[in-house]
């Protein structure tokens, strides 16, 4: 049986190029569309044609020498681009670096990009950062220019490589006076998860790409709340307590009343849960009411205290209890004259008012 050679060898190289790409994940197209990297931190965008499940090794070299190496893991789905971020552990102790990131599948290198790194004059911003401050509702952050110029501004909160929430305000204008920037987090947070928050200022040059700095501040979510003062109210029938949230951390707790005798030290203690969940700005108020509390003096200690039991807000006072006279808790059994009915029931519709706390 005879084959026609033009007819078999297309099909073969086909089949060939087949087996060569899936041998061969470079050739999927993997690339790094994007490396930056200063003193303080690094990030790279990978893309892919294909899925691709690799790793980036990202590493500083000072005169060819290797100061420090990190790795991170990859998985990249085709068509989406994958965005790391790492911070630099070692601080710098010459004025050029060279930072480098490879690309690994496995024990084989598919891309590399490289970026020099300068500190000192030549990477100094026109601008101070005065305050930097993360926080469990969000970002406070505090500008001095020492120049006028324009800058880009992005927040990034990292979870551990991973950026999961990006705040970008562009032309921001530094001339003369400070410049105040707040970010609330849309989300909720954590409790007791490290977070890493990076501020990536790109200052604007007319004819030099823009100068780009980095700075790195971390902060442990924690529910947070406080005692509203100016809403406390402590009377001889009970107290009122109204608590705002000040953390994107939920805060699930109760309030604590302790109600302490200064005449015999004894002490009662009244404890109630909030209604309402609370997260940053979100109020509720609580309340109890007095149960064998004795006229007298008290010192009065409110807490607001999570289901932990550990104290997030405290606040304090004193309370008088005073004592009521027996006219005005018995109804005399003797007839009474009209002016002297008259002031009976004035009395105990006076009674009656402080009772319901009007």
């Known amino acids: 049986m005879y084959l026609d050679n033009k007819k078999i060898i297309p099909g073969t ?16 197209g993997v690339e790094i569309s994007d490396f930056f990297s200063d003193f303080t931190s690094s990030d790279v965008i990978v893309n892919s044609t294909q899925d ?22 990859l998985n990249v789905r085709a068509g989406d681009p994958v965005y790391k971020v790492i911070t630099w552990q070692k601080k710098p102790q010459h004025d050029y670096y060279t930072a480098k990131v490879s690309i690994y599948n496995d024990s084989k290198l ?57 705040k970008l305000k562009e032309d921001v204008s530094l001339k003369t006076l400070p410049e105040e920037i707040k970010t609330t987090w849309p989300f909720l947070l954590t ?30 979510a924690a529910s947070d709340v406080e005692i509203l003062a100016d809403d406390v109210q402590v009377d001889e029938y ?15 707790g109760f309030i ?52 932990d039991n550990v104290t997030i807000d405290k606040y304090e006072t ?3 209890i005073p004592e009521y006279s027996n006219v005005s808790k018995s109804v005399p059994a003797k007839t009474t004259s009209g002016f002297e009915a008259f002031i009976f029931i004035i009395t105990l519709l006076l009674f009656s008012r402080r009772l319901n706390g009007a």
């Open 52 to 73: 691709f499940h690799g790793k980036a090794v990202f590493e500083l070299f000072y005169a060819g020498s290797p100061v420090e190496s990190q790795e991170v893991t």
């Open 110 to 166: 598919l891309t590399s990009s490289s970026y020099e790194v300068s500190y000192g004059t030549s990477s100094l911003p026109g601008f101070h950062v005065v305050d930097f401050s993360p926080s469990n509702s969000g970002v406070q952050l505090l500008l001095r220019p020492f120049n006028p110029s324009a800058v880009d501004i992005k927040i990034e909160l990292l979870d551990n490589n991973d950026v999961v929430y990006t």
């Open 256 to 307: 604590v009343v302790t109600a302490r005798s200064r005449a015999t030290n004894e002490t009662q203690v009244y404890r109630t849960q909030m209604e309402e969940i609370l997260v940053s700005g979100k109020e509720d108020t609580a309340g109890v009411v007095w149960k064998g509390l004795a006229p007298g003096t008290y010192d009065v200690e409110i807490l607001a205290v999570n289901k």
């Open 318 to 320: 004193a309370l008088r």
């Open 238 to 252: 009970g107290a009122s307590v109204t608590v705002r949230g000040k953390s994107q951390v939920p805060f699930d």
């Open 191 to 220: 409790d007791n998860k490290n977070y890493i928050v990076r501020l990536k200022i790109f200052t604007h040059r007319l004819y030099a790409p823009a100068l780009v700095n980095t700075y790195i501040a971390k902060f442990t």
């Open 13 to 28: 190289l086909i089949l060939a190029a087949v087996i060569f790409i899936l041998a061969n994940p470079a050739s999927a």
